[in-house]
């Protein structure tokens, strides 16, 4: 089956208001923010907790941060490190990176010192910009690196520096939210540190030269973890970026667009749809540093959002509240999300009490979050949808390569504007992630998937050995890695196991050093799991074995694991 692209199944059914490919602007990312600036100087970027931060002002303080960056020696192409929650700083770091023609390294603000350690080490950055709360995390893992590989500067930002006038009571914050954002964190010794409001201080009253950046220019490097190793960067260039940046029209989405920005920023999807694609269509963000189902009802209300991306677990828990019945979602006219399978009787409810359809879409860190997504006035359930703009996705073997015919499972391949450029510093697993067909290079999900006649995508299996919990996606073998490094653990292997909440949660079988087998209990490793992994990482369900069973190479056979827990559910 070697249909052209102009004859996909897909095309049948696509909105006729859509063009099937967009023109994207060949400028940096950076010149986004300089446009909707011009353009609408007072309205507000982002709105956050009962601050309003405009887009004069963002670009502003953008321009100083750039300045600042450029006097501490940051030049077009070095690497700054973002290590911290939803908030107006994260936006205003992004862009000052973009102004001087940096490449962004978000971290997952739930990292511990190991984890923290590798993106820094890895990615060789020189600045990190952190949280308050969380610069204690930064300097234990820049002190365990080599003396050459450590940052150069790191500026630290209290969230309650974008609340001037504190936290809207109005909005009724929970007080252990509250209490974080507004908290005086202490500040550790031996780092290079400058606090937020100084480096924008300083930086207003230095000279700025804007650098050559070009479309094609390194602007990002995510990190996202494989099934063997630890995690890689991938390479995303302003152009790859700017694709689905520029992809709002598929839901509706322009300069009038309030969007309520919850997923993580550090996330590829709350880049694209936090950072990027606001700015880009000028819209505005309502900013959550954390989920609280409360909350976001009252922010949808009150700011009369529009379009919310979100995962299936929040409206989930949602429904969960005792206040569900007279939360205010009439504003809302799109309502998208990913990373879990939204399930049928959820969707029902959504449509049935708010008249609301869950849009469905897929993609991965490496494709810069959707490469495909169901048409809003034609979605279907427990779908991935047709590939968006540009994209030519297919359904292959994924022994043979060979494209395979609607109805059959295989693996999910894509080609297309928002594929980034291989891994960075990994050019054998930037080969062994490609494949050519017809002439093109098509990226190799590791997902396996069917396409029905109609031409929409569909998730099978993993074929990676993925851990889903509850959207955030976990890997065996990264965990295991970090579980080598427990002083009761022999070996470890680890596997999915059933979660009525999360779906899927993070089960380790392990086998204990000798010593320990007798007075060591499975709480001891999630405490310790805990100390030196994100939340989401960390074993639920841990199990004593005293032999991990292997092949005759000697290679554990987690698929019998895996087949055993799923067998005993």
Known sequence: MNAPDAARPHHAHWPRRLPRA?????????????????????????????????????????????????????????????????????????????????????????????????????????????????????????????????????????????????????????????????????????????????????????????????????????????????????????????????????????????????????????????????????????????????????????????????????????????????????????????????????????????????VEGYGLTETAAPSHLNPPERAKLQCLGMPIFGVDSRIVDPVTLHELPSGETGEIVIHGPMVFKGYWRQPDATVAGFVEIDGKPFFRSGDLGRMDDEGYFFIVDRLKRMINASGYKVWPSEVELMLFKCPLVQEACVISAADAYRGETVKAVVVLRTEHRASAKPQDIVDWAREHMAAYKVPRVVEFVDALPKSGSGKVMWRLLQDRERGAR
């Open 22 to 358: 967009l023109a994207i602007p060949a400028t940096p990312l950076g010149y986004n923010l300089q446009v909707s600036a011009a353009r609408w100087p007072d309205k507000p970027a982002c709105l956050f907790l009962g601050h309003t931060l405009s887009y004069a002002a963002l670009d502003r303080q953008a321009q100083a941060l750039a300045a600042w960056l450029q006097a501490k020696g940051v030049a077009a192409g070095d690497r700054v490190a973002l290590f911290l929650q939803n908030c107006p700083q994260f936006l205003v770091a992004f862009y000052a990176a973009m102004k001087a023609g940096a490449v962004v390294v978000p971290v997952n603000p739930m990292n511990r010192a190991d984890e923290l350690g590798h993106c820094l080490a890895d990615a060789q950055a020189t600045v990190a910009v952190c949280a308050a709360d969380l610069a204690g995390i930064v300097a234990q893992a820049d002190a365990a690196l080599p003396p050459a590989q450590r940052l150069r500067q790191v500026v630290v930002a209290r969230y309650a520096d974008a609340l001037p006038d504190g936290i809207d009571p109005a909005l009724g914050v929970p007080a252990a939210m509250r209490d974080w954002l507004l908290a005086e964190a202490p500040l550790p010794e031996g780092l290079p540190l400058t606090r937020w409001a100084d480096a924008l201080a300083q930086g207003a009253s230095l000279p700025f030269t804007p650098p050559a950046v070009s479309a094609d220019d390194l602007a990002l490097l995510p990190y996202t973890s494989g099934t063997t190793g630890l995690p890689k960067g991938c390479m995303h260039t302003h152009r790859t970026l700017m694709a689905n940046a520029a992809s709002g029209q598929w839901g509706w989405s322009g300069a009038e667009t309030v969007s309520l920005t919850v997923v993580p920023m550090f996330h590829i999807t709350g880049m694209v749809y936090g950072v990027l694609a606001p700015v880009y269509a000028g819209s505005t963000s309502v900013l959550m540093p954390r989920w609280d189902r409360e909350l976001a009802a009252r922010l949808i209300a009150r700011h009369r959002v529009t379009h919310w991306t979100c995962i299936p677990t929040m409206i989930i828990d949602l429904f969960g509240s005792p206040n569900y019945a007279g939360f205010d979602l009439t504003s809302l006219v799109y309502l998208s999300g990913g990373g879990a399978a939204m399930p049928q009787a959820v969707a029902e409810r959504l449509r049935a009490e708010f008249g609301l359809d869950f």
